[in-house]
């Protein structure tokens, strides 16, 4: 009997941006575990990439793409993904933010009610470290741990970011809940599509 392979199903928000648009493809052309020596075929993609765009233009990457969806179609979209990501970092507009909070405020209630795991990852900025004040450091570079997230201040601009922030985390140390969560902010971003 052959055994079905099933693809984890991936959610990343706004494709169309730089960042997403570079996470989508790279995770679209992962692989698959190793290839036997008696299988004839390439090896398959891992991820079925599935996103929000901005205008109607096809990705080829992506495995289906929603341009503009309501509210319902988005959650019943990110239910269906196995990983959501959700990329907040290039706007500080409170409307990318909003939707991120509802997104992953949707996702755990629904996932309260009804069977499965999903994976919650939030990509920020690291503007919501902006104003935090380094403790006495050897170097002249400062440094920050994992400890100083509780002290940490955010630039005027990206308090609705830190609010998010807050909130992934506080919703992944719940007791049982189904959805585990990541926050990511690796640095500003520049070059190509500044």
């Not at 069977?115 to 920020?124: A, D, E, T």
């Not at 506080?170 to 520049?190: I, N």
Request: hydrophobic share 30%.
């Amino acid at each position: 009997m052959e055994e079905t392979k099933k693809h984890k199903r991936v959610f990343v928000n706004d494709v169309d941006r730089y960042s997403s648009q570079h996470i989508a493809k790279f995770l679209s052309t992962c692989e698959a575990g190793d290839l036997s020596e008696d299988e004839e075929t390439g090896p398959e993609v891992a991820f079925q990439v599935v996103g929000t765009v901005s205008s109607p233009e096809k990705l080829d990457f992506l495995h289906q793409q929603y341009d503009s969806p309501s509210r319902d179609e988005l959650l019943r979209c990110l239910l269906g993904c196995d990983v959501v990501v959700y990329n907040v970092s290039e706007s500080s507009t409170p409307q990318q933010v909003d939707e991120a909070t509802w997104a992953l405020t949707g996702l755990h209630a629904e996932l309260k009610t009804c069977g499965g795991r999903k994976m919650f990852i939030l990509i920020s900025t690291v503007m919501t470290w902006a104003r935090t004040k380094p403790e006495e450091a050897d170097g002249p570079e400062p440094v920050f741990s994992e400890e100083d997230v509780t002290r940490r201040r955010p630039h005027p601009s990206f308090r609705k970011h830190k609010d998010l922030e807050k909130l992934v985390l506080k919703l992944a140390k719940e007791k049982k809940s189904k959805l585990t969560c990541y926050v990511v902010a690796a640095g500003l971003q520049y070059g190509m599509e500044e």
